[in-house]
């Protein structure tokens, strides 16, 4: 699969890694230099340097033919952002959005997002 990861952190470092290990065909897209470049070095992936909540962006890393998009950044609105714009400008099919905010994930799935994802409710519904 052809997966855009948008959002530098340990998770999208550890996310990456996973991905490429199994062969997918990975573009990080992050503003922040460092990161990028990290992410180059140590996995086989494609980095785009950018503000992935700019079309523009989106637009350089040649989004129109990929499978997925796992916006996993810091900030709510923005993971939103980033899926909806590949979901309705670059016809991306699946989107998984990463929340901090628990009350996002029904409200972001009703949006349209195909995977909201809250550790702790992930967490709390396996617990029943």
């Known amino acids: 699969m052809k997966i855009a990861v948008t959002g530098g952190s340990d998770y999208a470092d550890i996310l990456i890694g996973l991905l ?3 062969n997918h065909k990975v573009t990080v897209i992050d503003k922040d230099k460092e990161f990028c470049e990290r992410m180059c070095a140590s996995y086989d992936v494609k980095a785009i ?3 992935p909540c700019q079309e523009d962006v989106l637009a350089d890393a040649g989004l129109k033919d990929f499978d997925m998009v796992a ?3 810091q900030e709510d609105t923005d993971n939103f952002e980033i899926c909806q714009m590949c979901k ?3 016809g ?3 989107a998984v959005c990463v929340v901090k905010n628990p ?3 029904e409200v972001f799935g009703q949006l349209g ?3 909201v994802i809250n550790i702790p409710v ?3 519904d396996m617990i029943g």
């Open 122 to 124: 992930m967490i709390a």
């Open 92 to 94: 991306i099919k699946k």
């Open 88 to 90: 309705k400008v670059f």
């Open 71 to 73: 916006a996993i950044g």
């Open 20 to 22: 490429a290990a199994r």
């Open 103 to 105: 009350r996002n994930v």
């Open 113 to 115: 997002m195909d995977l």
């Open 49 to 51: 340097l950018g503000n």
